[in-house]
């Protein structure tokens, strides 16, 4: 370093503070008293005297040589001397007394490793009191002093060491004294002011001096202004204090976050957290089984931030041939949690998912850090750092918010293998909707609803057997609906097993007492584990064309039957069958009752499971006075709609597995051929079909006559617009099949779900005819879209219903 550009010290600790005589008939820096630094650093111990002279006390201290030495014991004050080993010696005489205060201080340079050369040292006030009877009277000040406090060397000297300080409190003042009088070093923080009246934190530090005995004689006190110093640590204190808050609150929230079957759910939560309060922006990759076709893909399934939201939802294909890759396969459990994206892909193939992730996140300094599963790696959370970097506190947050992300996505890809497994279950269970359309010559609507709080597996089911001839030749039909205790797996197989001996039973009986016992007889001997309520009936034709009704139930709630009649407007009288009620299927053999009723035309039956009226807002006692309620002002014209003011009044989302069978006798004038009378309300029909084809053609028919209750005149149209809705996620998609209709202001909507997402394509006819025009004749006939669902998708369709302007 250059003598024009000094370099600056800082002074640290001190080394040794000494008092020396000048004094002519004295010996040449005569050591009159020292601090217990000083005696620590000569190796005093105890009561040991301290060396004669200057010369002696540094060879016990082992000060290194220098001219400055020799300076002091001719009774010169230098400014300051730096010397080896890092220390800086500075003295000051005492006015009217031929005596000298050395202070011997460590130092640090403020710019480390640079030369030796010119320094400039900055360190606090000193002042040097004299232990006089029982005060501390001030004997000499540098100009350091005056510059901290203000205070002039004129003011103070002579006088108690109180007038150090201009406050005038007296607990500080007090604290003061005690400060000066220990036996060691001590520090004193107030508030005071300086002579000009400005405010400051005055800090005192103080250092007894002891003679050769061992007798106290004198204080040096240091004095700084920390006012900006204290500031600054008490912004860093509180803004370390708000980041570690910051830190404990994300740790909270991604505590706080739960999964659901779409592991996109939880993850979503976790980034959106990340990038508010961590990093400048993250995403996830997840590793997904790809729709269609061997092998997987990557996929940004969430993103966050200004720097990665634009890549949402790109995704990147991998097959086996590929091969290990350190994104998606790091090297055992030891490797490292963050790692830098760009250093991963060198040397990579430019469709590896590291090249590929590099070039998404190019030149954002963005970090991977892998979502292992309990065995494998199922995504890669990445994030891009704030330009400060990350620190310690941020990484221990991130690999936490890894470790959360990576069990949240396994464990609800292992809820959703679950959950489709249970629904694969429980819809194999539920009827063909060949039952329905077999009971010739009545209006029957079922409905099925799953708890999703149960992984959608249960115990409840209903059942429409076609029709069989009697014994007296009549045309019989059966209608089961049931509840098997319990919601999982266990209940859903109990539930298939007595599905499975009821229809055994019915075949081999027609009265519903006799097929009750031998339900009873037949799970006894199957020791099958849960208990069931269960209640069955049998719709016979009679030779007059009218219709009766038997049944017999097991602890299941009563069936109700609405008579017709009525005149529109008015409420029609609904019957609680609560006759023919024995217990439960599992608790043993015994006789069975059977009831009978006679039914009209206009009449109404209605099974139904308790999911139906109970929640946990409403006993089930007042929901089958809801139900009845509802069922006797019911408008509806088919028993379609009578369904949909049922699930309308009690309402549309059921807490509990809910299975609903209604059948209507038609009335006399559609025996006849004419068309149903139109009804304003409801104005909407959904249905529930499985995924084969025989679902079209009851789509078809259910379609036709909803238009017909509305009083629609797009029955054609919305005939071929479902056939080939429902054809195309009966042949191309999976899951049951939903279909749904809303009468909405000028146009008649369709939808129909199914669990592929897949959407349908209007493409160009193949020249050979065998297809490719289904979805333009869907378009030309009204507006068409889709819908993506947590499982699959829904296509809708908008038949206009009134002219256009």
């Known amino acids: 370093m250059s003598r024009s550009s000094p370099q600056a010290l800082a002074l640290r600790e001190p080394a040794a503070l000494l008092l020396l005589s000048t004094a002519p008939a004295t010996a040449a820096g005569e050591l009159l008293a020292l601090d217990g630094t000083a005696r620590a650093a000569a190796g005093l111990a105890g009561g040991e005297a301290p060396p004669r002279d200057l010369t002696a006390f540094r060879r016990c201290a082992g000060l290194p040589d220098h001219p400055v030495w020799d300076r002091l014991e001719g009774g010169e004050a230098p400014a300051g001397e730096r010397l080896p080993g890092d220390l800086w010696v500075s003295a000051g005489r005492v006015p009217g007394r031929d005596q000298l205060l050395v202070t011997v201080v460590h130092t640090q340079a403020t710019e480390p490793g640079a030369p030796p050369g010119d320094v400039v040292a900055a360190g606090p006030g000193t002042a040097l009191s004299a232990l006089r009877r029982d005060d501390l009277v001030v004997e000499w000040v540098d100009g350091g002093f005056t510059r901290t406090t203000g205070t002039p060397a004129g003011e103070v000297l002579g006088r108690s060491s109180h007038h150090l300080v201009r406050t005038r409190d007296e607990a500080a003042l007090a604290e003061l004294d005690r400060s000066a009088r220990r036996d060691g070093p001590a520090t004193l923080t107030l508030l005071d002011h300086r002579a000009d009246g400005t405010a400051f934190l005055h800090q005192v530090r103080t250092f007894p001096l002891a003679d050769r005995t061992g007798a106290p004689t004198h204080v040096v006190s240091w004095h700084s202004d920390v006012t900006r110093r204290t500031a600054e640590e008490h912004t860093d204190a509180r803004a370390a204090e708000r980041r570690a808050t910051a830190r404990l609150e994300v740790l909270r929230r991604l505590d706080g976050v739960v999964a659901e079957d779409d592991p996109t759910h939880g993850v979503q939560a976790i980034v959106r957290v990340l990038g508010d309060h961590v990093v400048a922006a993250a995403m996830v990759l997840l590793l997904r089984d790809r729709p269609s076709g061997p092998g997987a893909e990557v996929e940004v399934a969430v993103a966050h931030g200004p720097h990665l939201h634009g890549l949402l939802g790109r995704s990147l294909p991998r097959t086996r041939q590929d091969g290990p890759d350190p994104l998606l396969d790091p090297a055992g459990p030891d490797a490292p949690d963050v790692l830098d994206v760009a250093s991963l892909a060198a040397g990579r193939p430019a469709g590896s998912p590291s090249a590929w992730l590099a070039g998404l996140t190019a030149g954002t300094g963005a970090l991977a850090l892998p979502l292992r599963g309990r065995e494998d790696v199922v995504g890669v959370l990445v994030v891009v750092p704030h330009p400060a970097g990350i620190g310690p506190e941020d990484r221990t947050v991130l690999t936490s918010a890894a470790r959360r992300a990576g069990?949240?996505?396994?464990?609800?890809?292992?809820?959703?293998?679950?959950?489709?497994?249970?629904?694969?279950?429980?819809?194999?269970?539920?009827?063909?909707?060949?039952?329905?359309?077999?009971?010739?010559?009545?209006?029957?609507?079922?409905?099925?609803?799953?708890?999703?709080?149960?992984?959608?597996?249960?115990?409840?089911?209903?059942?429409?057997?076609?029709?069989?001839?009697?014994?007296?030749?009549?045309?019989?039909?059966?209608?089961?609906?049931?509840?098997?205790?319990?919601?999982?797996?266990?209940?859903?197989?109990?539930?298939?097993?007595?599905?499975?001996?009821?229809?055994?039973?019915?075949?081999?009986?027609?009265?519903?007492?006799?097929?009750?016992?031998?339900?009873?007889?037949?799970?006894?001997?199957?020791?099958?584990?849960?208990?069931?309520?269960?209640?069955?009936?049998?719709?016979?034709?009679?030779?007059?064309?009218?219709?009766?009704?038997?049944?017999?139930?097991?602890?299941?709630?009563?069936?109700?039957?609405?008579?017709?009649?009525?005149?529109?407007?008015?409420?029609?009288?609904?019957?609680?069958?609560?006759?023919?009620?024995?217990?439960?299927?599992?608790?043993?053999?015994?006789?069975?009752?059977?009831?009978?009723?006679?039914?009209?035309?206009?009449?109404?039956?209605?099974?139904?499971?308790?999911?139906?009226?109970?929640?946990?807002?409403?006993?089930?006692?007042?929901?089958?006075?809801?139900?009845?309620?509802?069922?006797?002002?019911?408008?509806?014209?088919?028993?379609?709609?009578?369904?949909?003011?049922?699930?309308?009044?009690?309402?549309?989302?059921?807490?509990?597995?809910?299975?609903?069978?209604?059948?209507?006798?038609?009335?006399?004038?559609?025996?006849?051929?004419?068309?149903?009378?139109?009804?304003?309300?409801?104005?909407?029909?959904?249905?529930?079909?499985?995924?084969?084809?025989?679902?079209?053609?009851?789509?078809?028919?259910?379609?036709?006559?909803?238009?017909?209750?509305?009083?629609?005149?797009?029955?054609?149209?919305?005939?071929?617009?479902?056939?080939?809705?429902?054809?195309?996620?009966?042949?191309?998609?999976?899951?049951?099949?939903?279909?749904?209709?809303?009468?909405?202001?000028?146009?008649?909507?369709?939808?129909?779900?199914?669990?592929?997402?897949?959407?349908?394509?209007?493409?160009?006819?193949?020249?050979?005819?065998?297809?490719?025009?289904?979805?333009?004749?869907?378009?030309?006939?009204?507006?068409?879209?889709?819908?993506?669902?947590?499982?699959?998708?829904?296509?809708?369709?908008?038949?206009?219903?009134?002219?256009?302007?």
């Open 407 to 805: 069990l949240l996505v396994e464990n609800a890809r292992l809820h959703a293998r679950e959950h489709a497994l249970a629904e694969t279950l429980q819809r194999s269970m539920l009827p063909d909707p060949a039952g329905a359309d077999g009971i010739d010559g009545l209006d029957v609507w079922t409905f099925y609803s799953s708890n999703v709080e149960h992984a959608q597996v249960g115990g409840d089911w209903y059942d429409v057997l076609p029709g069989s001839t009697g014994d007296g030749g009549q045309h019989v039909a059966g209608i089961v609906v049931g509840d098997v205790v319990g919601h999982d797996v266990e209940a859903a197989a109990a539930m298939g097993q007595i599905r499975s001996v009821v229809r055994s039973a019915a075949h081999e009986f027609d009265d519903p007492a006799s097929v009750l016992m031998r339900v009873d007889q037949l799970t006894g001997g199957m020791r099958i584990a849960r208990m069931a309520s269960l209640v069955y009936a049998t719709l016979q034709r009679l030779d007059d064309g009218g219709w009766e009704m038997a049944w017999s139930s097991a602890g299941h709630l009563p069936p109700l039957l609405r008579r017709g009649g009525a005149a529109d407007g008015e409420p029609r009288r609904v019957e609680v069958l609560s006759e023919a009620t024995g217990t439960l299927v599992g608790l043993g053999e015994r006789p069975r009752p059977t009831r009978e009723r006679a039914l009209a035309p206009g009449d109404v039956l209605v099974f139904y499971t308790d999911g139906l009226i109970e929640t946990r807002a409403r006993p089930m006692h007042d929901g089958l006075e809801v139900l009845v309620d509802v069922l006797g002002r019911s408008r509806a014209r088919d028993a379609a709609g009578i369904g949909e003011e049922l699930l309308a009044g009690l309402g549309d989302t059921p807490e509990d597995d809910t299975a609903i069978v209604v059948v209507r006798v038609p009335e006399e004038s559609e025996r006849d051929g004419e068309p149903l009378p139109t009804a304003d309300t409801p104005r909407r029909r959904r249905w529930q079909l499985p995924s084969e084809p025989s679902s079209i053609g009851k789509a078809r028919h259910a379609t036709l006559r909803a238009c017909a209750v509305w009083g629609l005149e797009v029955g054609p149209q919305a005939e071929i617009v479902v056939s080939e809705l429902v054809a195309n996620a009966v042949l191309h998609g999976w899951g049951t099949v939903g279909l749904r209709l809303f009468d909405l202001p000028g146009a008649l909507r369709l939808e129909v779900e199914d669990d592929s997402p897949e959407e349908p394509q209007v493409v160009e006819a193949r020249p050979d005819g065998g297809g490719g025009h289904g979805m333009r004749l869907v378009a030309s006939l009204g507006r068409w879209g889709t819908t993506r669902t947590r499982r699959g998708k829904i296509v809708w369709v908008e038949i206009p219903t009134a002219p256009k302007d």
